[in-house]
């Protein structure tokens, strides 16, 4: 070709692709597997822009590449296809988000062909077909059939329980549970007596997924829990609408269970460390005390109503500082607020209460600078002393951390120490080295404990060990290891997700029982229903289903009603939570995946995502993993090996300068050019990206895409002020990539332009591939045109000759490399290699442009060296390395099928070296030696240099010096 054609190639190698399944993967155990997996998408409405494939270009850079290096390789792709954007635009229009997924799903895998991505798309699968949800419905009853031995330190069949209880009572049975549960004590006789009814409902407190009161983010006007990464300043993600803190009944995920594997497991993977960090943050290990203080109970306080404990119950990490406390905090949603709540103060604690309900517990977690707060009227005693403690509420206590109540030590704790300020409160200093109270709140474990009782004198040591031992003696507390990760809300009041394969029987002592379907009718469904919305009685959509009951099979006794199913459905992270282990036997309708594929593809060696998911999907996903392989279902402790978190890509926003007093009726909106406004005040407008060229507005684009910008409210067209050359030069700034700054750039736009390859290999050369980088399609002209420089080393422009084609003239020729051809490859080749298993792929790129550039200036059309340089690009620009591999004779497709190029570091070895030669410290010339050329010949040689000789000016050197590969210095 005369030049290159990107929109004919890559459109011929798409086809090329699907039709001989180039990517097709099977399980084949003569070859070692690499398995590459990208976090796969929610299928959106608006598709994909460029800042998505940036994660996927790179995981397809190594799954070209490790497919040249012989590994049998796995690049799957699906889609998180449940969610509430398509259950939203369900209500809005009353189509069923089955369609709008489906149609989502068409545009989104027509982009990712576009792109050229090497996935093997047999092997798709999406979370909201019954085919794939069948398996995520068996976990879940896989869960639910299990509980955690504390002994085994795994999960067990709930069988291995059942048998303890009838051996043994509750004897040796160290589970995971709630502490009421583990209170719990009966005999193996007591157990036997009970009723098949009551002996099942008291394992529903062991299950590892189960029921409880839970406090969640509820959506009224979505009518749905959301999760925390749903919720931003109070209000739904979604639509904006208010959120509040609502104790719901909830599934609940047993995810504490695994706290401490969660934990341990971090060690042996190879994630940042930055990642690793958050996930520990959000498991939170705390080793301390659990303490009692007793409520004070006195008629005078006009209590409405008796407390159900006679203690609050805290946490501390430092009970050494219990002598410092002044007053105690309780979450506004602790059970124990109502019964302490004194007549006289009612009003304004439900006043604080409702306002607490409208705040997320993440908003609440992160003001650190509000302080706020109100005091219940009671009090309760200091364990240690008797002293009288005042029992306030504040919101930056949660209920879900801990016990819901903090014993507050002002001298100790820099939030704390704010509170006591703001309402007046005691601060008691208790220890020798704390000074400055008023400027500094820093309990340091330094120094020993003064006005302290028992721990008087003592160290930080000796106070712990000796307050704890005091504390259990009387029954008043004990030594604890807490986590602030609670137990994982497995609830949503929506239509599109997962239904539960769970119904109720009446019975026990919440008046219905959970039970599960059997195996044998899963999947379990999504009924029709009439509306996407909770009912008119406050049911989830489910309630709208009409004869929707479960009726197990047979069951005659059972009567011809059937039985109500859970009307909530998963949360969104469930589909996720084992999705890697389907694409490894997406088709078996027998098994989530059967155990010849598990035992081969084991875990993902290489997980390409973002950091967004650290405490979502990323720790769900290693909890489930974790429970599989407990009940040895999957082989491997850990999901992902290698995790990479790509870092966004920016928008470059453009901008359009309105006038100040312009636009109005009757008044000609005026736009000025940047260069022309010289201090006029004008309103920054943003402007679509995609009618701006190097700044350059098309104004005549913009005139009919913003009519409402671009004319009066009365009809007045606009008037633009140009630059002296004719043009509109806008703004610009980088902001985040988003519909309403309109700096979204389609790939689509830039596939039809410049072509995938350009696309893909532009994208790694913007920076390293963790970092966040600004997009700038300005700066795509000069990936462009360098690959259309490396086409130029295969053909040359040339005009028709007869029997030529019209394409151009094929220049390859069979001659030998020389020494400096193969120092040029081999260069590359050992830079790309080393690159690509560093993941640094932006260098890459640069080694290509320079490899191309010295290739070109030694006039290098040499097959010997081509083919190798193609087969090391094919990876990063898969469309051009195709067509010019069969151009070279090899079987069409084979690019991806070939032999990485083997560096030989024998051709990078220099014969010759080119010194500097300094004459009294300054360089006057440069002599080449050989490598081997001794130092006297160099100094002789010198020293008889003509240039050499006219800086010598006759005069005879004091010395000379040879510094070996480095310099000769003569010197006078």
């Known amino acids: 070709m005369a030049d290159y054609n990107h929109r004919e190639t890559e459109q011929k190698w798409r086809q090329f692709w699907d039709e001989n399944q ?59 296809s449940f969610g509430l954007p398509a259950e939203q635009y369900a209500i809005q229009t009353g189509q069923h988000p089955a369609i709008t997924t489906e149609q989502n799903i068409a545009t989104y895998i027509k982009q990712l062909k ?39 330190d795994r999960a067990e069949p709930i069988e291995t329980l059942l048998h303890k209880f009838a051996t043994n009572g509750t004897t040796d049975v160290n589970a995971v549970c709630d502490e009421e549960t583990q209170a719990l004590q009966f005999t193996a006789a007591e157990w036997n007596a009970l009723s098949k009814e009551q002996s099942y409902e008291i394992t529903l407190k062991y299950r590892l997924t189960y029921l409880a009161d839970a406090v969640v983010n509820w959506c009224p006007a979505l009518g749905t829990v959301l999760a925390n990464d749903e919720v931003k300043d109070g209000v739904s993600e979604r639509g904006g609408y208010p959120v509040e803190q609502k ?19 971090l060690d042996t993977i190879d994630w940042s460390e930055s990642l690793k960090e958050q996930q520990r943050n959000w498991i939170g290990k705390s080793v301390g005390a659990s303490v009692k203080f007793q409520i004070e109970r006195s008629e005078e306080k006009g209590l409405a109503q008796a407390t159900p404990h006679s203690f609050i119950e805290v946490f501390t990490t430092r009970v050494d500082t219990i002598y410092g406390v002044t007053f105690m905090v309780l979450a506004p949603e602790h059970e124990l607020v109502p019964g302490l709540t004194t007549d006289a103060q009612r009003e304004a604690v439900e006043a604080y209460v409702q306002a607490a309900k409208m705040r997320s517990e993440r908003d609440r977690m992160a003001d650190t600078k509000t302080v706020s707060g109100v005091f219940t009227g009671s009090y309760c005693l200091n364990p240690l002393n008797n002293e009288k403690v005042p029992i306030f509420l504040a919101d930056y206590v949660l209920a879900g951390y801990g016990t819901g109540a903090v014993m507050a030590v002002p001298s100790g704790d820099a939030r704390d120490y704010g509170f006591a300020k703001q309402f007046g409160l005691p601060i008691i200093p208790v220890l020798d080295a704390q000074k400055d109270l008023d400027q500094q709140a820093d309990n340091t474990k330094e120094g020993r404990y003064i006005n302290s009782g028992i721990i008087n004198g003592m160290t930080y040591k000796e106070a712990t060990a000796t307050l704890i031992a005091w504390l ?123 155990p010849e594929a ?45 995790l990479i978190n790509q870092g966004m890509i920016q928008g470059r926003s453009n901008f359009v300068y309105r006038l100040k007093g312009t636009g109005s009726e009757g008044v000609a909106p005026v736009f000025v050019s940047l260069n022309k406004i010289a201090g006029r005040e004008v309103t920054p407008l943003h402007v679509d990206v995609n009618i701006v060229d190097n700044d350059v507005l098309d104004v005549e684009a913009f005139r009919a895409s913003r009519p409402d910008f671009t004319q009066s409210p009365d009809g007045l067209p606009a008037q633009f002020e140009l630059e002296d050359n004719g043009t509109y030069v806008c703004g610009a700034e980088v902001e985040k990539m988003s519909k309403s700054k309109f700096n979204v750039v389609n790939p689509d736009t830039i596939v039809e332009k410049y072509g995938a390859d350009t696309l893909r290999m532009y994208e790694m050369f913007l920076g390293p591939i963790e970092q966040a980088k600004p997009w700038n399609t300005n700066g795509i002209d000069g990936t462009f045109r360098f690959l259309r420089k490396f086409w130029r080393l295969f053909y040359k422009d040339a005009p028709t000759t007869e029997g030529q084609p019209e394409t151009g003239r094929w220049i390859v020729t069979e001659q030998a490399p020389t020494p400096a051809e193969l120092k040029v490859l081999h260069k590359t080749i050992k830079k790309v290699q080393d690159d690509i298993e560093n993941y640094s792929f932006n260098t890459s790129v640069s080694a290509f442009m320079v490899c191309v550039n010295e290739l070109t200036a030694l006039d290098c059309h040499k097959r010997a060296i081509l083919s190798d340089l193609v087969l090391l690009l094919s990876p990063y620009a898969p469309h051009i390395c195709e067509e010019l591999w069969a151009a070279l004779g090899n079987e069409p497709g084979s690019v991806s099928r070939a032999s990485l190029p083997v560096f030989n570091p024998a051709y990078l070895v220099e014969d010759s070296f080119e010194y500097p030669i300094q004459i009294n410290g300054k360089v006057r010339t440069t002599i080449s030696f050989a490598i081997d050329r001794a130092p006297a010949d160099i100094e002789q040689a010198v020293l008889a240099d003509e240039v050499v000789q006219k800086w010598l000016d006759g005069k005879t050197p004091k010395k000379v010096v040879v510094v070996p590969k480095r310099i000769v210095n003569v010197v006078l």
């Open 22 to 80: 180039t990517y097709r993967t099977e399980t084949d155990p003569a070859k070692s597997k690499y398995y590459v997996l990208d976090m796969f998408p929610y299928p959106s409405g608006a598709g994909l822009h460029v800042g998505h494939p940036l994660g996927y270009i790179a995981s397809d850079i190594v799954s070209r590449y490790k497919r040249l290096q012989g590994f049998n390789v796995l690049h799957p792709m699906g889609f998180d």
């Open 114 to 152: 576009q792109i050229g991505f090497s996935y093997d798309w047999s092997r798709e699968v999406r979370t909201s077909d019954p085919g794939y949800y069948k398996w995520t419905q068996w976990i879940f009853m896989e869960l639910f059939r299990s509980w955690y031995n504390k002994d085994t």
């Open 247 to 265: 104790l719901m009944r909830q599934w609940m995920m047993r995810i504490t269970a695994y706290a401490d594997r969660l934990l341990s497991g």
């Open 472 to 594: 259990e003696e009387r029954g008043l507390g004990r030594g604890k290891v807490n986590f602030r990760m609670r137990d994982a809300v497995f609830s949503r009041q929506r239509y599109w997700g997962e239904p539960v394969p769970v119904y109720f029987k009446e019975g026990g002592s919440t008046g219905q029982l959970p039970y599960l379907i059997d195996e044998a009718d899963l999947p379990l469904e999504l009924p029709a229903v009439d509306k996407y919305l909770p009912t008119e009685t406050g049911e989830p959509p489910l309630g709208r289903a009409e004869d929707w009951r479960y009726h197990p099979s047979p069951s005659p006794s059972q009567g011809e009603g059937g039985f109500e199913y859970e009307l909530s459905t998963m949360p969104g992270w469930a589909g996720s939570s084992w999705y890697w282990y389907r694409y490894m036997d997406p088709q078996n309708p027998d098994a989530f995946a059967g």
């Open 598 to 642: 598990i035992r081969y593809w084991e875990n993902v060696d290489l997980y390409m995502g973002g950091s967004e998911h650290a405490t979502g999907h990323l720790l769900y996903s290693r909890f489930w993993n974790k429970f599989l392989k407990d009940r040895g279902y999957v082989t491997q402790e850990e999901p992902f090996k290698k």
